[in-house]
């Protein structure tokens, strides 16, 4: 068995560390740590919230099952929810998610380490593209709204960055690099030379395929948001669920850009979410409520889950 040094051992008490010290912070300044999770005022909307976890585990599970038929001819379903599922758990303890993408290749024993890591990286980057695409345009409205932005600046504004972003993308799909050009780039940096050959790769992908992980990508940021907004319903009411999607889509982006630094972003989500939902006139308390059940359904229950696997694994 691999001996773990003192350096990950550290990290990783920092990772448990530093959530612990943000929710202290947060039950110090904002919140109450109590049994109010528990006292929700609609079990339906928690219900819907909970249904939609199924919904945003089987989204994932369709987008990895499509790379591991088309990339690596996989057609076992068991295996790629078994993969799945211990990326999940072996990417909860490590910065970044990393150890996501390790979790996922144990499982699938034959294919190598860096292609499933770099399969993993194109599917998470799709994720990432609407997280931020549509969050820099929430946050602009936001802005616009919290400090009464003129609408004939703020509008333009918009419209500009939408505008600027979707040139990026036309660029992004036309550009392309030989591999001589790559053998070039890399003749320095040698080490990277394979990752950007095999990353590169990824651009052979099935068109078709493409344009179906990119719909599913969205797809599972609008159930991620809607699952937000169903938990802040089930404390407070249904009335105001446009504006518990618009604090959902900000928490998510907010969570995104700050570094993972704790399990599963525990402690950073909880904080945007009490801050922005407080910020629109809403409950504190709801704000760390909806978002610790989010933590709850969407990351801690399917990585137990995931861990089962990585153990039956070895």
């Not at 990339?71 to 490590?94: D, M, N, P």
């Amino acid at each position: 068995m691999k001996q773990v040094s003192s350096k990950e051992f550290l990290y990783f008490l920092l990772k448990l560390f530093v959530p612990v010290l943000l929710i202290y912070y947060l039950s110090v300044k904002f919140i109450t740590i109590d049994s109010s999770i528990f006292k929700v005022n609609s079990i339906a909307f928690l219900a819907a919230g909970i249904a939609l976890t199924f919904l945003n585990i089987y989204i994932q599970f369709l987008k990895w099952e499509l790379l591991c038929n088309d990339y690596f001819g996989i057609k076992s379903r068991v295996e790629v929810i078994k993969s799945l599922l211990s990326g999940i758990a072996a990417g909860i303890f490590t910065p970044g998610r990393l150890g996501e993408f390790l979790g996922r290749s144990i499982i699938l024993k034959k294919e190598k380490l860096g292609e499933v890591m770099l399969t993993t990286i194109y599917e998470k980057l799709l994720n990432q593209f609407w997280i931020l695409y549509v969050g820099i345009v929430l946050v602009e409205i936001y802005a616009s709204e919290i400090y009464e932005i003129p609408k004939y600046f703020s509008i333009p504004l918009i419209i500009f960055t939408v505008a600027i972003i979707f040139i990026i993308m036309k660029y992004l799909k036309r550009f392309s690099l030989t591999d001589n050009q790559i053998e070039k780039a890399t003749k320095k940096l040698p080490f990277l030379k394979k990752l950007l050959f095999n990353l590169y790769n990824t651009r052979r992908i099935n068109p078709t395929l493409k344009r179906q992980l990119f719909g599913l990508s969205l797809i599972l940021y609008i159930v991620i948001i809607v699952q937000y907004a169903f938990f802040v319903s089930s404390y407070l009411n249904g009335a105001e669920i446009i504006n518990y999607l618009w604090v959902g889509g900000l928490v998510i982006f907010i969570t995104t850009l700050i570094p993972s630094i704790s399990i599963g972003d525990l402690g950073i989500r909880e904080g945007a979410s009490v801050l922005i939902l407080s910020s629109f006139g809403f409950s504190q308390q709801t704000g760390f409520n909806a978002s610790l059940l989010l933590f709850c359904f969407n990351i801690f229950i399917p990585s137990v889950i995931g861990l089962y696997f990585l153990v039956r694994s070895k």
